[in-house]
């Protein structure tokens, strides 16, 4: 069965600390992406990854980095964690490769896989 | 500015009957829609695909496109109890097909 592993379920830190939230995937995947979900703000892109060494910023990437140096690992950091960084983050990953397809016919391949989730609390 | 957009609910139908779920978008230029159901606590899970206007059907879902009016629905026959979780529309933009754009979900109840 494929999956996308993140490494804690449950994370509770103090503010001031420096996170690491890992995330890995078994299926080859290019593209890999990291979100953070909070109740009445649905889901919002921190960052994502193209290939290994490649990011991108999404909407919301302040007071965060990635690292990708392994295909099947993308790591969130959070430099110095405030309480406004408490959420369910959510690490997905996706086939690459799907711009310019002649329309949406083989886009189904690029749906998400997403991990389980971590609850990070920042006290 | 690339919106989708969805009732955030929460929608209450009886057992039994047929929930509809919509979702709107901005971006005519869309090519591909996904609807993912997400229960409380876990992670979103790929449900339905659609990519052509028209229905699409799989089991007891229904996904429907139309993309003039930049319209996608989703239709649970036979609502089950089970069914009860927060639907995300997820939408691309133009012929990249790497980074989808989520709604903020409805959340839907089904009543025993």
């Known amino acids: 069965d494929v999956k996308v592993t993140q490494s804690s379920r449950y994370l509770v830190k103090r503010t001031g600390e420096k996170v690491f939230l890992e995330c890995v995937q078994d299926?080859?995947?290019?593209?890999m992406f990291w979100y953070r979900q909070d109740p009445g703000l649905g889901l919002r892109l921190i960052y994502f990854?193209?290939?290994?060494?490649?990011?991108e910023k999404g909407d919301i990437p302040e007071g965060y980095s990635v690292s990708r140096e392994k295909k099947e690992r993308f790591s969130l950091i959070l430099e110095s964690a405030s309480t406004n960084q408490t959420s369910m983050y959510l690490c997905?990953?996706?086939f690459g490769g799907g711009v310019g397809l002649s329309g949406g016919l083989d886009s189904h391949a690029y749906g998400y896989t997403f991990g389980s989730g971590t609850r990070l609390t920042v006290v | 500015q690339k919106e989708v957009e969805q009732n955030s609910g929460p929608l209450s139908v009886p057992e039994g009957a047929i929930a509809s779920l919509n979702c709107t978008y901005s971006?005519?230029?869309?090519?591909?829609f996904f609807w993912y159901r997400q229960y409380s606590g876990k992670s979103p899970e790929l449900i339905m695909f659609i990519y052509s206007n028209g229905d699409k059907e799989d089991g007891r879902f229904t996904a429907q496109l139309n993309k003039a009016s930049q319209y996608v629905s989703l239709l649970i026959r036979d609502s089950q109890p089970s069914d009860s979780a927060t639907y995300l529309c997820a939408v691309n933009w133009g012929y990249n097909f790497n980074k989808f754009y989520f709604g903020s979900g409805t959340k839907l109840n089904v009543k025993p």
């Open positions: 971006d005519r230029g869309s090519q591909s």
């Open positions: 299926m080859d995947h290019e593209n």
């Open positions: 990854s193209y290939d290994v060494k490649m990011k």
């Open positions: 997905a990953s996706s």
